[in-house]
């Protein structure tokens, strides 16, 4: 029996612009990616079993072909021709579900990681990446991790200058939303701002976390529905009052992030937070 557990972390996204859409029906965007501290835990086990399984600590999750991460083992197997017949997989889930912050494509991703190291595949991150565009968008970002800006579909990857230190508060507003929904939603929504995507990356370069800060930007808080907008704006000014650099919506939603430079300064703006949101998380950039 061969097993190995592999972190697999959520993003944020410092900024969210989306640029139109291609023919395929996927939106060409363009991101800056990060990924932060927070994480599930995938346990790859190869023994003995009959068939592919999957169980995970959360009763609602799908366990079946549905899985990101049973999808991510098949994708796997078809292009190194290895048999997953014999894997369980198990994921002990940390990362909110539907919060835009890639808990599902963490997953996926880390698969491919785990399967490429216990069965000593060799393959290079980048050949891992290439194999995740069949899994999703985020997945190939979600191999590499780190700073990254993401265009096209999120596949066309760049790495950029790591983050500054800081501390990033995570808060998730109590509802789900559907990427799919909000992607159609933002069709129909004539966009009044946009992110300084180029400034940002400068920022980034000059390691301006302020500078940083003041420019993240999500074009999908402009689709919100406005009730949830008035719950993401809410957190948004909790963390500024208590001393965030910038706060921001990540992805599609609706986890709100601030950044701080200080973790006490964080740690106290997550006892405020928690007293309403239970999903509230104190994390660093990884
Ligand atoms: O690729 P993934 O399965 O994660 O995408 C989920 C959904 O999000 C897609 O079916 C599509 O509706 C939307 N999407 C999009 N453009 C992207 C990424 C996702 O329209 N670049």
Request: glycine share 10%.
């Given at each position: 029996m061969k097993t190995l557990t592999v972190p697999a972390y959520a993003k944020i996204n410092l900024s969210l612009d989306v640029l139109g859409k291609q023919e395929s029906g996927y939106h060409d965007l363009k991101m800056v990616m990060q990924s932060v501290s927070l994480c599930d835990r995938v346990t790859l086990t190869l023994d003995e079993a009959e068939t592919l399984t999957l169980s995970t600590?959360?009763?609602?999750?799908?366990?079946?072909?549905?899985n990101i991460a049973v999808i991510a083992a098949r994708a796997f197997a078809r292009h190194t021709g290895k048999s997953v017949e014999h894997l369980s997989i198990r994921i002990d889930k940390r990362i909110p579900v539907c919060a835009g912050t890639a808990g599902g494509s963490s997953d996926g991703a880390a698969v491919l990681r785990g399967l490429n190291e216990l069965m000593e595949t060799g393959l290079s991150l980048t050949e891992l990446a290439k194999i995740g565009e069949e899994v999703g968008s985020d997945v190939p970002y979600c191999v590499l991790g780190g700073t990254a800006l993401a265009e096209g579909r999120g596949e066309v990857l760049t790495p950029l200058t790591p983050l500054e230190p800081c501390h990033i508060l995570l808060c998730k507003p109590p509802f789900p939303i559907s990427t799919p929904e909000l992607f159609h939603a933002i069709d129909s929504v004539r966009l009044r701002c946009r992110p300084d995507t180029q400034g940002l990356m400068e920022a980034l370069e000059r390691k301006d976390l302020h500078g940083v800060a003041m420019r993240m930007f999500n074009v999908f808080e402009q689709a919100l529905q406005p009730k949830r907008l008035q719950t993401v704006e809410e957190i948004k000014n909790v963390m500024i009052q208590r001393g965030a650099l910038g706060a921001c919506m990540s992805g599609s939603g609706p986890t709100v992030f601030g950044i701080f430079r200080e973790q006490e300064t964080a740690q106290a703006a997550a006892n405020e937070l928690r007293q309403n949101y239970a999903d509230t998380f104190v994390t660093v950039p990884v």
């Open positions: 600590n959360l009763g609602f999750l799908p366990v079946d072909e549905k």
